[in-house]
């Protein structure tokens, strides 16, 4: 079993439409959780980390679920520039700078005018 | 200001060369690291410094040395050059807070998209 693992996609969806996506992690330590965003043949960026409580920034939410080791994340009113693939990142340290992060395939997202 | 820079942004190469791809960020940050992203996009951590030590060493083969002269950078220097190290390679750097607790923020570089031939 891989250690990060996410939808395939692609997901092709148009303008305002709500899209979610799902990961599971095998690392049942694992004690950080993000979603990295990474535009055609650029680098990884950080969209937003990811707590138990759940967390929302603006039109994103982010969900986790230790118990079933699942990830997820919502983007709501999708907008043309949400176009990306969205990495879901797991790390089993919750601090100290020999920080690693385990990092999913990816799943692509098309919105499509 | 590029935070985190690399170069070569480009780099094509014939096999059994040896190449190197410099590093630098002006972050101030204390830990650097190297990512190997392949042709199926999957990226995976290959090496990790935090000043200037060795921290993080996935399974890479020994052609793969990397080096780190001072905190803000990191270069890594590929010798024999073969056909599967086609891939895109980044820079990544992150730095621990005061109470020593990682930033779980890390800054890529663009990328060097390295084509072995």
């Known amino acids: ?113 | 200001d590029t935070a985190v820079s690399q170069t070569p942004k480009y780099l094509v190469t014939q096999m059994g060369n040896d190449k190197s791809i410099k590093c630098e960020q002006n972050l101030g940050h204390d830990t650097m690291y190297w990512y190997k992203q392949d042709s199926k996009k999957f990226l995976k951590i290959m090496f990790s410094y935090n000043n200037k030590e060795l921290i993080i060493n996935e399974t890479v083969p020994n052609r793969f040395s990397p080096k780190s002269p001072d905190k803000a950078h990191l270069n890594l220097h590929i010798n024999s050059l073969e056909l599967g190290d086609s891939a895109v390679y980044f820079c990544a750097s992150s730095q621990a807070t005061a109470s020593g607790r990682s930033s779980y923020e890390q800054y890529f570089g663009p990328g060097t998209r390295l084509t072995v031939t």
Not at chain 1, 20 to 34: G, R
Not at chain 1, 57 to 82: H, P, V, W
């Open chain 1, 1 to 113: 079993r891989k250690e990060v693992e996410q939808d395939p996609g692609p997901f092709n969806v148009p303008e305002g439409a709500t899209v979610a996506f799902n990961c599971t992690y095998s690392n049942s330590a694992s004690q950080s959780f993000f979603w990295y965003r990474q535009d055609c043949r650029k680098e990884p960026k950080l969209l937003m980390s990811v707590y138990s409580s759940g967390n929302e920034d603006g039109r994103f939410t982010a969900q986790l679920n230790r118990a079933s080791q699942y990830i997820s994340l919502l983007i709501r009113d999708s907008k043309l520039s949400d176009s990306a693939t969205y990495l879901c990142v797991v790390s089993p340290h919750s601090g100290g700078s020999n920080y690693k992060l385990t990092f999913g395939k990816g799943t692509l997202l098309t919105v499509n005018p």
